[in-house]
C-alpha cells in the first residue's frame, strides 16, 4: 500500500490521555475510505528502526474525502510510548505519513437487520463517530434503531460523548448508553448506567432475528460480549469485532 502524506491541521484533547488529531492529505489526493476502517502511520524508532501505529478514522463525512477535506483520528498517549512522542511533538503545519485505508469494521449494504447493537470501550468509540451519518439515513431509510453502550472510567474519558448525546436528541430511534466504572457525573442523564457495558446487554434484551453487533475496544470487553451475545443466539457473522491494544 502507498504511503502518502498528511499535515496537522489542529489538534484538541478529549480526555486527560486522548487527543483528537486533525490533518489534511497534503499531496492533493482524496482519500477513498468506508466509515470504520483505519490508517496506519508510519514512524521511526529512535535507533531508525521503521515501525507503524494503527489508528480508525473518526471523521465524520460520508464515505470518501476528497481532495482538501480533513482526516481525523483519535490518539491514546502511552507513558514511554514511541508513538506517543511522535504525536505529542507534532506542531500545526507539521508532517507524518500514513497509508490505508484498511479493514472491514463497517456497516454492510447488504444488512437488513432492525436494531444495531454498537458496543465500545475508549477509543474503540472512534468508528462509530465515523459512522453517524450513514447510520442517519439507514433510520430513515429502513426505520432502523440503533444502541450505542459505550464504556469509560470516568466522564472526563467519554470521548465524543457530547456528540453522540447530541445525535440522539435529535434521532429518537438512537440511545446513547454511557456507563462509567469509577464515576458517574455530577447530574447523570436518565440513559446513564453505572458499571461495565457488559453488564446492560440483558437490559437490551439482544435478537438473533433483527440485531447485528459491533464490538471495538478492549480486548476483555469484545471477548466477554462476544460469548455473551452467542448465548443469546446471534450468529457469529452479525457479531463484528475489533480489539484495540495500547502499543508503545
Given at each position: 500500500m502507498k504511503q502518502f502524506p498528511l499535515k496537522l491541521v489542529s489538534r484538541r484533547m478529549l480526555a486527560p490521555t486522548v487527543g483528537h488529531y486533525v490533518f489534511l492529505r497534503d499531496d492533493g489526493e482524496p482519500l477513498d475510505y468506508?466509515?470504520?476502517q483505519f490508517i496506519q502511520v508510519?514512524?521511526?524508532?529512535?535507533?531508525?528502526?521503521?515501525?507503524?501505529?494503527?489508528?480508525?478514522?473518526?471523521?465524520?463525512?460520508?464515505?470518501?474525502?476528497?481532495?482538501?477535506?480533513?482526516?481525523?483520528?483519535?490518539?491514546?498517549?502511552?507513558?514511554?510510548?514511541?508513538?506517543?512522542?511522535?504525536?505529542?511533538?507534532?506542531?500545526?503545519g507539521d508532517p507524518i505519513l500514513a497509508s490505508g485505508p484498511f479493514g472491514r469494521?463497517?456497516?454492510?449494504?447488504?444488512?437488513?437487520?432492525?436494531?444495531?447493537?454498537?458496543?465500545?470501550?475508549?477509543?474503540?468509540v472512534t468508528p462509530y463517530r465515523a459512522m453517524l451519518p450513514q447510520l442517519e439515513t439507514l433510520i430513515?431509510?429502513?426505520?432502523?434503531?440503533?444502541?450505542?453502550?459505550?464504556?469509560?472510567?470516568?466522564?472526563?474519558?467519554?470521548?465524543?460523548?457530547?456528540?453522540?448525546?447530541?445525535?440522539?436528541?435529535?434521532?429518537?430511534?438512537?440511545?446513547?448508553?454511557?456507563?462509567?466504572?469509577?464515576?458517574?457525573?455530577?447530574?447523570?442523564?436518565?440513559?446513564v448506567r453505572q458499571g461495565y457495558v457488559q453488564q446492560f446487554l440483558a437490559e437490551f434484551s439482544p435478537n438473533p432475528d433483527g440485531d447485528i453487533a459491533y464490538l471495538c475496544g478492549n480486548p476483555n470487553m469484545v471477548d466477554s460480549c462476544f460469548e455473551a451475545l452467542k448465548e443469546y443466539g446471534l450468529p457469529v457473522p452479525h457479531i463484528r469485532r475489533e480489539k484495540y491494544v495500547s502499543s508503545k
Open positions: 468506508i466509515p470504520g508510519h514512524f521511526q524508532y529512535a535507533d531508525g528502526t521503521s515501525t507503524k501505529r494503527s489508528y480508525s478514522l473518526a471523521t465524520i463525512h460520508d464515505h470518501a474525502l476528497g481532495a482538501g477535506e480533513t482526516v481525523e483520528i483519535a490518539v491514546s498517549y502511552v507513558p514511554g510510548g514511541a508513538a506517543t512522542a511522535l504525536f505529542e511533538g507534532l506542531n500545526e469494521f463497517c456497516l454492510m449494504p447488504a444488512d437488513a437487520n432492525r436494531r444495531y447493537l454498537l458496543i465500545g470501550t475508549g477509543t474503540g430513515r431509510e429502513r426505520g432502523i434503531e440503533v444502541v450505542l453502550l459505550f464504556g469509560a472510567r470516568t466522564p472526563d474519558e467519554l470521548l465524543y460523548g457530547d456528540e453522540f448525546r447530541a445525535f440522539a436528541e435529535r434521532e429518537p430511534n438512537f440511545r446513547f448508553i454511557p456507563c462509567f466504572s469509577r464515576e458517574l457525573p455530577a447530574d447523570p442523564h436518565p440513559d
